[in-house]
Nanobody, 115 residues
Framework: QVQLVESGGGLVQAGGSLKLSCTAP????????MAWYRQAPGKQRELVAS???????NYADSVKGRFTISRDNAKNTLYPQMDSLKPEDTAVYYC?????????WGQGTQVTVSS
């Protein structure tokens, strides 16, 4: 079973920035559409940013203009650069493919934005 490994979360003040990372040994990100998802307490998991094999990016309206998804194929790593963070961005952030693969869900990384 493969699990993606997310890291880089933490506590940040509103208006601050964080850059998360996602890696998975043995998984070739370059041949897959990838995405970042998040789940806030009491809410369903939602897709916030995706990137296709051809590097076409899409964002949820709630993060458009503030988040930037990217990947480093040489390092097999997926990133979101998250700027101008808001308290409503508080959630556990996960990466996975698009569409998602059940056995790829990792533990996620907690992002907490204080007001």
């Amino acid at each position: 079973q493969v699990q993606l490994v997310e890291s880089g979360g933490g506590l940040v003040q509103a208006g601050g920035s964080l850059k998360l990372s996602c890696t998975a040994p043995g998984v070739n990100f370059s041949i897959r559409a990838m995405a970042w998802y998040r789940q806030a307490p009491g809410k369903q998991r939602e897709l916030v940013a995706s990137i296709t094999v051809r590097d076409i990016r899409n964002y949820a309206d709630s993060v458009k203009g503030r988040f930037t998804i990217s990947r480093d194929n040489a390092k097999n790593t997926l990133y979101p650069q998250m700027d101008s963070l808001k308290p409503e961005d508080t959630a556990v952030y996960y990466c996975n493919t698009v569409p998602t693969l059940y056995n790829f869900w990792g533990q996620g990384t907690q992002v907490t934005v204080s007001s």
